[in-house]
């Protein structure tokens, strides 16, 4: 681990109080937050169920920003988060971060610029 002094925690976000999180660090509030839902049930290289349970965590991505208020954000998914669930799933979730006032950035990458073996597409969804 490169800072063995941190922190580290495995819990499943779906328990995890955000508050909580907030006092233990002894902070205020963070200045990034990065992290994205699971991608199984949003990538079309598998059976790509909109109700996969996986794809509420979301919606958990999205309460832990409302809690912790960070100044910025990256969520980062595969390019089939833009299309699953008939586009519902990333209308929602940007209409949650608009209504934090987050200004939005929006950019597709491929993985194999960056070194990455694998032909993924992922979309990258940056705000402030």
Request: charged share 25%; hydrophobic share 40%; proline share 5%.
């Amino acid at each position: 681990m490169n800072f063995p002094e941190a922190t580290c925690t495995q819990k499943d976000i779906n328990a995890l109080d955000f508050e909580k999180i907030l006092n233990q660090l002894k902070i205020k509030a963070l200045d990034i937050l990065i992290g994205g839902p699971p991608c199984q049930g949003f990538s079309t290289a598998g059976s790509r169920f909109w109700d996969d349970p996986r794809n509420h965590l979301l919606k958990n991505y999205i309460k832990a920003l409302k809690t912790i208020k960070p100044k910025w954000f990256i969520m980062e998914n595969v390019e089939g988060l833009l299309t699953s669930n008939k586009g519902k799933s990333i209308y929602e979730a940007l209409k949650a971060f608009i209504e934090l006032k987050y200004k939005i950035r929006f950019e597709k990458i491929y993985s194999q610029e960056y070194g990455i073996p694998r032909p993924i597409r992922l979309s990258q969804v940056i705000f402030s």
